[in-house]
Nanobody, 114 residues
Framework: QVQLVESGGGLVQPEGSLRLSCAAS????????MGWYRQAPGKQRELVAA???????NYADSVKGRFTISRDNAKNTVYLQMNSLKPEDTAVYYC????????WGQGTQVTVSS
């Protein structure tokens, strides 16, 4: 049974930082394409960042230079380091694992506000 458990969300002021974690069980993250998606109220879910099994990364234009996706193979965990946060980054952030099919975490709320 695949489980993805996100943590690290919260309330942060503009220009602040957060690090999201996605702890996986039932899959091996280094063998999957792992991604972070977000969904703001009234908007569609969108890809924020992804890392392939080969280690290649890609980012949404809106977060390039501010967010970094990484993984710790020993901990079977994927991270999203978010710096210089903006109010428009406010959303529920979801961890995704893609291997033959898509698996999703439950989401973690990120709110950027002064």
């Amino acid at each position: 049974q695949v489980q993805l458990v996100e943590s690290g969300g919260g309330l942060v002021q503009p220009e602040g930082s957060l690090r999201l974690s996605c702890a996986a069980s039932g899959i091996i993250v280094r063998l999957c394409t792992m991604g972070w998606y977000r969904q703001a109220p009234g908007k569609q879910r969108e890809l924020v960042a992804a890392i392939t099994s080969g280690g290649s990364t890609n980012y949404a234009d809106s977060v390039k230079g501010r967010f970094t996706i990484s993984r710790d193979n020993a901990k079977n965990t994927v991270y999203l380091q978010m710096n210089s946060l903006k109010p428009e980054d406010t959303a529920v952030y979801y961890c995704n694992a893609r291997i033959m099919t898509d698996y999703w975490g439950q989401g973690t709320q990120v709110t950027v506000s002064s």
